[in-house]
């Protein structure tokens, strides 16, 4: 997953429209990869540092 997928990827999350698996099929990529990201974000949201 590219930098601008992983972007479109939380927002499409925080839409709350979309599910892990409907984005990593509209991103042709991996719902692992979705769900790394996220977590990933949430985890710098929180003040953590990024793995």
């Known amino acids: 997953m590219d930098d601008q997928q992983a972007l ?3 927002v499409l999350w925080n839409s709350g429209h979309f599910d ?3 984005i990593g099929k509209l991103l042709d990529v991996g719902e692992d990869a979705v ?3 996220l ?5 710098i949201a929180a003040g953590g ?3």
């Open 20 to 22: 892990t698996l409907d």
């Open 35 to 37: 769900c790394r990201t």
């Open 39 to 43: 977590n990933a974000a949430r985890t």
């Open 8 to 10: 479109a990827a939380i």
């Open 49 to 51: 540092s990024r793995p």
